[in-house]
Each structure stands twice: as C-alpha cells, then as structure tokens.
C-alpha cells in the first residue's frame, strides 16, 4: 500500500493534496506535528471529505524527524484529544513513547498501534532483534525508518526483511542509498511505503505517489516479480527506470527496474544476490569497474575496458557494451555521409568515453580524446589502438587545454564527462572555446537535457545531438538481453 504523508499546515491544504494524489494512493499519514493550531480544525468536515480512505495518526518529536516542540504531557494530551476526534485506522507511537493511556484509547476506537523506530544516523547492526522487538502487543505492527550510507547498511536491510519475512511490518531505508526500498516495498515485504506530494523536499528519499505508481509500477508488484536496474553514483536523476518500466507494463512482463546508488560496484554485489537482481545497467563512475569484476565479457567491453549492463547467470557475471551501438544510432542519423575521416574530439576518458572513442575509431574517424588528466586520456588511446591496431595518426590525445580540431573543417565534438549533468549543471567541459558553426556537437549528459555545452553550441548554428537519444538507443539492446524481447517505442 501507498501512504500519502500529509504535512500541511491546516487540514483543508491536506484534503487538497489527498484530491490531488487520490488515484494513486491506498491511505495517508496525517502529520499532526505540521498542523499550526490542530484543536481549533474543522476534523468533523475532514473526515467526512476523507471517506473511507484510512488514516495514520502521527505526532513526531524533532529527534524523529517531527515538528511537535512542546512537552510529553502536552503531545500525550493532543493525542487523546485527536483520537476522540474522528475515524483514524492506527496510530503511530515512537519506540520511546510510553502513553498507555493513548494506546488503550486508540484500541477503544479500533485503531491500530503502529510501534516506530527512527534512525537517521545509519542503520542498527541488530535491525531485524530492534524491529521484531517494538510490538508491544500482539497486533501492534512494528515500522523501522533507517538512514543507510553504504551498500553494506543496505545489505543489513535487506537481510532484516529475510529475518521478518514471517511477520507484518513496514521497513524503509531513507537517502539515496535506501531509495530502493521504497520503491520495492511490495517485493520486499514491507506492508506499505510512503509518498509525499513535494517527493523528498519533505523528507531524504520520498518519491511522489504518481511516480512510485506509474514508473515503479508499485502496485503490480510482487515477492516474485524479476528485478533489473540501474547502479551509479549519484542515481536518482537517471530516466532509464522510465524507459524499461514503461517497457515492462506495455509488454506485459512481470519485472520492475529500479535505481541503485553504490559506494561501488563490488560493494553491491552482495546486495544484488540478496535481491536476485537479473540484469544490472551501469553508469558513472562503475563501467570501468564492471568490466573488470563481470566472469565473461563481450569483445567490446574487453575492447574499451568498460562494462555498462550486467546479466547475472549461473556460471557468474557476465558483462556488455551497449553504450557503443548506441551512441553510433544518433550519429548515423545526423551524419548520413558515414563517420569514415570524421575528425572528432572526445573530452574525457571515462568509462562513458572509452565507448565513444572505441566506435568512432572503429568507424574510420580520426579522434582526438582530451582530459583534463592527459595520462589517463593517454592510456584510453593506448588500449583502442591496441585491440583496434590503427594506423598511425587515427587516435590521438591531449590534454584539455589543446586544441580540439581544425579550424577550417567540419568536426564531431563529444561531451564524455559529467560536467553538465546534475548536479554540475553549470559546468561546461567546452567552456573559454568558441563554436565556429560547423561542429556538431554531442552531449553523452542527457539530464538535463539542454545542457549548457549544447545550447552554447546550438547559438553558434551547430548541429546538436542529444544525450537522451543515445540513451534511448543503447536501452534498446539493454532490454532485449534482459528479457528477449523487443524494446516497445
């Protein structure tokens, strides 16, 4: 179930958002500790314009995240007072909180007792001992909210959910590193998630409930549907789980694709066994990390040194490439004449880069690849020159500073880094250059996708290639290796 955490001030600002989200949600969470003045509220009306939706009762302390500043005695009274009040279906008491009193009035009206636990500086060692041991009574269902830093704070996660399996509870990670958890709730285990109209304005992770409904197919979701995604650093921006989601639902297929953030790749690998992830795509900064952990690898990942999609097999990992043929699609298309003599500079020598540099070079282009660490620009030319054996003068490399092709010829200009993306959207990897006109230009960052590098480019009359359309292309073999079938458009 999806909960709608309502935080407006006054109770007409909440029935508003619950109007507004209403489609798709299964219940709300009233933040009583937003509410500016909660006794002097018209409850009699928000009931009635409520329904039958059920309701949580909360009234958060500061050091549980909440708003409520005044004494135990005066929270205890409020919640008598609120519980009086109307049709709530639980109420949410903090591990600390000792109000028997409450607890038997919510019981005298049918309310649930939900038992929490908040830790907003990592996650307990014991998580699933602390989670089991916070229903006080039998019907109580116990709710943890942890903050994870590492893939190893995820991975205690995902085992507390293995030990709990064979109880109700909810259990959430919060922050980049446990937004998966949210958005995997149903598969996992947990007996609901939350959402939240601003999405994580409100708090570290919070997704919106239209998201978490029609991208992460939330309520289609099961302990036995198949598991893909997508690990990176940072993760939450990309627009790949839209693609293969989408996909997913069109087709179908009994799978969602969810984003990972990773300290690295080899530190997620034991969560991805936990998951029973099938297939992994990998961004910045792990393609290069890929390639060297994947048991068996194509020849263009053994080629460019960099690994963008995973399959997990019984004989172990094996590793692709798809960032090249992608990137090759929308170069085709802008440049019918063929890439053969092509005089292109590729800024970077990432991951992202080698595969750019690998398919240009085997197109015929003559390429140049900047870094601003020329040794590293350097050893990228040395392994395509290897595995590629090119003439003299085809790769060639530099550092950022030199000059990125002739003046008098129409050229390729490849944006390979992460400057431009957020949240480095202010960043130009061309920036103190001038366009001339004749470039085209191509930016690899597809989010945002007007990148500062090609609106600069696009107000000198270049023709521009965008990142979204390469990542549109190399999804599209993505899909195929994860499921067999056709990418739908």
Same mark, same amino acid.
């Given at each position: 179930m999806v909960f709608l955490v309502l935080c407006g001030a006054r109770l007409p600002d909440n029935l508003k958002d619950i109007q507004a989200c209403k489609k798709h949600i299964d219940g709300a969470e009233l933040r009583a500790d937003f509410l500016v003045a909660p006794e002097s509220e018209d409850w009699a009306g928000f009931f009635r314009a409520a329904g039958e939706l059920p309701l949580i009762l909360t009234l958060r302390k500061p050091e549980d995240g909440g708003r409520f500043r005044e004494t135990?005695?005066?929270?205890?009274?409020?919640?008598?007072? !609120?519980?009086?009040?109307?049709?709530?279906?639980?109420?949410?008491?903090?591990?600390?909180?000792?109000?028997?009193?409450?607890?038997?009035?919510?019981?005298?009206?049918?309310?649930?007792?939900?038992?929490?636990?908040?830790?907003?500086?990592?996650?307990?060692?014991?998580?699933?001992r602390r989670v089991r041991s916070l229903a006080r009574n039998p019907g109580d269902i116990p709710k943890a909210a942890v903050m994870p830093k590492s893939c190893r704070d995820l991975g205690i996660i995902i085992d507390a959910f293995g030990e709990l399996r064979d109880m109700q509870k909810i259990l959430l990670g919060m922050g980049e590193f446990g937004f998966a958890t949210r958005v995997l709730a149903p598969r996992l285990g947990s007996c609901l998630t939350f959402a939240s109209p601003a999405g994580d304005a409100l708090a570290p992770g919070l997704i919106d409930p239209e998201t978490l409904d029609t991208v992460y197919r939330y309520h289609s979701q099961s302990p036995s549907?198949?598991?893909?995604?997508?690990?990176?650093?940072?993760?939450?921006?990309?627009?790949?789980?839209?693609?293969?989601?989408?996909?997913?639902?069109?087709?179908?297929?009994?799978?969602?694709?969810?984003?990972?953030?990773?300290?690295?790749?080899?530190?997620?690998?034991?969560?991805?066994?936990?998951?029973?992830?099938?297939?992994?795509?990998?961004?910045?900064?792990?393609?290069?990390?890929?390639?060297?952990?994947?048991?068996?690898?194509?020849?263009?990942?053994?080629?460019?040194?960099?690994?963008?999609?995973?399959?997990?097999?019984?004989?172990?990992?094996?590793?692709?490439?798809?960032?090249?043929?992608?990137?090759?699609?929308?170069?085709?298309?802008?440049?019918?004449?063929? !890439?053969?003599?092509?005089?292109?500079?590729?800024?970077?020598?990432?991951?992202?880069?080698?595969?750019?540099?690998y398919a240009l070079a085997k197109e015929g282009a003559r390429v140049l690849v900047l870094n601003r660490g020329p040794q590293r620009a350097r050893r990228l030319a040395e392994d395509i020159n290897r595995e590629l054996r090119l003439p003299p003068g085809r790769l060639a490399w530099a550092g950022l500073e030199a000059d990125a092709a002739p003046a008098d010829k129409p050229c390729l200009i490849v944006n390979a880094t992460t400057m431009g993306m957020h949240p480095q959207e202010n960043l130009d990897p061309f920036a103190g250059r001038q366009f001339r006109g004749n470039e085209t230009a191509y930016d690899m960052v597809y989010s945002p996708k007007e990148t500062l590098f090609l609106k600069r480019a696009a107000a000198c009359g270049c023709k521009i290639i965008y990142g979204e359309q390469m990542l549109h292309a190399q999804a599209r073999r993505q899909f195929y290796l994860y499921t067999g079938k056709e990418l739908a458009e």
């Open positions: 135990e005695a005066r929270r205890r009274e409020l919640f008598l007072s !609120l519980i009086e009040k109307g049709a709530f279906r639980f109420v949410d008491l903090e591990e600390s909180s000792d109000f028997p009193d409450v607890e038997e009035a919510a019981r005298a009206k049918g309310m649930g007792i939900i038992r929490s636990l908040h830790d907003f500086a990592g996650v307990p060692e014991d998580l699933g549907t198949r598991l893909f995604g997508i690990i990176g650093n940072p993760i939450l921006h990309s627009r790949s789980p839209h693609i293969h989601n989408a996909a997913y639902a069109k087709l179908g297929i009994d799978a969602v694709y969810a984003p990972f953030h990773a300290d690295s790749l080899e530190a997620f690998l034991p969560v991805m066994r936990k998951l029973d992830v099938k297939g992994l795509s990998v961004t910045v900064p792990f393609k290069e990390e890929a390639a060297r952990l994947c048991a068996h690898t194509e020849a263009a990942v053994r080629a460019t040194g960099a690994c963008n999609t995973i399959l997990a097999r019984e004989d172990g990992l094996h590793g692709y490439n798809t960032d090249a043929e992608g990137f090759l699609a929308p170069l085709r298309a802008a440049l019918p004449s063929g !890439l053969s003599g092509l005089r292109a500079t590729v800024i970077g020598a990432g991951g992202a880069a080698r595969s750019a540099v």
